[in-house]
């Protein structure tokens, strides 16, 4: 049988990624570790040419062992591909009170009410970060959170 290479290439245009890799899969025994269809292409195109006229005679592969440089040869397998690592819940500070408290703090004849969530802080139904975030949407500066709404630790004066 002479193979018809405008049909075959013609054929393989026509097929599916998926088609191609299980095409490959029957010429070489095994799955495709690419996905590149321009390459599945050639290497399925190769091999069908192989079959029909013949591989490599045994003096080609005898020079090609010659020519191969075995420090370029992989000695290890490969690794498997690893899992994607799992994101930590983000870190709540041990400072602030249990989820579902709420902070209160009257700052210029105004009542500020924060409620602590697992995710971060509720001030007037946007969420926050940080205590000091509040702070600073409350008074319009940069201010200490802790302090601001007085849970600041009181230091011990007698260890100074």
């Known amino acids: 049988m002479v193979l018809d ?6 054929e393989l245009e026509t097929m599916t ?18 996905r590149h269809r321009q390459r599945l292409m050639r290497r399925i195109l190769w091999r069908l040419q192989a079959v ?3 591989d490599l005679s045994e003096r080609a592969r005898r020079r ?4 191969a440089d075995d420090a370029l040869l992989r000695l290890t397998a490969p690794r ?3 899992a994607p690592i799992p994101r930590a819940a983000p870190k709540v500070d041990p400072r602030l009170p249990r989820p579902g408290s709420v902070i209160t703090r009257l700052y210029k004849e105004r009542l500020v009410e924060v409620t602590v969530t697992r995710e ?6 946007r969420r926050y970060r940080s205590l000091s975030a509040v702070a600073g949407e409350v008074t319009g500066s940069h201010v200490n959170g802790f302090r601001f709404f007085g849970l600041a630790a009181k230091r011990n004066k007698e260890a100074s």
């Open 5 to 10: 290479l405008d049909n075959v290439i013609t």
């Open 17 to 34: 990624l998926a088609e191609l890799r299980r095409r490959f899969a029957e010429l070489f025994g095994e799955s495709a570790t690419t």
């Open 52 to 54: 029909e006229e013949g």
């Open 64 to 67: 090609a062992r010659e020519l």
């Open 80 to 82: 498997p591909p690893r």
């Open 120 to 125: 971060g802080l509720l001030y007037e139904g």
